[in-house]
């Protein structure tokens, strides 16, 4: 286990290890540009969801309006999940002792 890097927190003073820098100086890869990312793929998911809906109500295809929705749900479960998980890990780096 002695060989886990953590990557520093921007703007904290430089806490944790150095991150891996792009060709912008920004560190790539970063937390909030994944959630970003995530975020809007699941915007995606959504949009594609309410388009198969609207075809359905014009005599569409049940199969691709189900298996949209199906998705859907499965990405919000996944949100979900991933938004506890988050929560959980916060709570615990918040009952440390420094």
């Given at each position: 286990?002695?060989?886990?890097?953590?990557?520093?927190v921007?703007?904290v003073?430089?806490i944790g290890?150095?991150?891996?820098?792009?060709k912008?100086?920004?560190?790539?890869?970063?937390?909030?540009?994944?959630?970003?990312?995530a975020?809007?793929?699941i915007?995606?998911?959504?949009?594609?969801?309410?388009?198969?809906?609207?075809?359905?109500?014009?005599?569409?295809?049940?199969?691709?309006?189900?298996?949209?929705?199906?998705?859907?749900?499965?990405?919000?479960?996944?949100m979900v999940?991933?938004?506890?998980?988050?929560?959980?890990?916060?709570?615990?780096i918040?009952?440390?002792?420094?």
């Amino acid at each position: 286990m002695s060989d886990m890097k953590i990557g520093g927190v921007n703007g904290v003073g430089g806490i944790g290890g150095a991150a891996p820098q792009g060709k912008t100086g920004k560190a790539s890869g970063a937390f909030d540009e994944m959630l970003n990312d995530a975020l809007g793929k699941i915007s995606q998911v959504q949009k594609d969801t309410e388009t198969a809906v609207k075809e359905l109500t014009s005599n569409g295809d049940v199969t691709s309006a189900m298996i949209a929705m199906e998705k859907a749900d499965m990405t919000f479960q996944t949100m979900v999940e991933v938004r506890n998980r988050l929560i959980d890990a916060y709570q615990e780096i918040m009952r440390m002792n420094v």
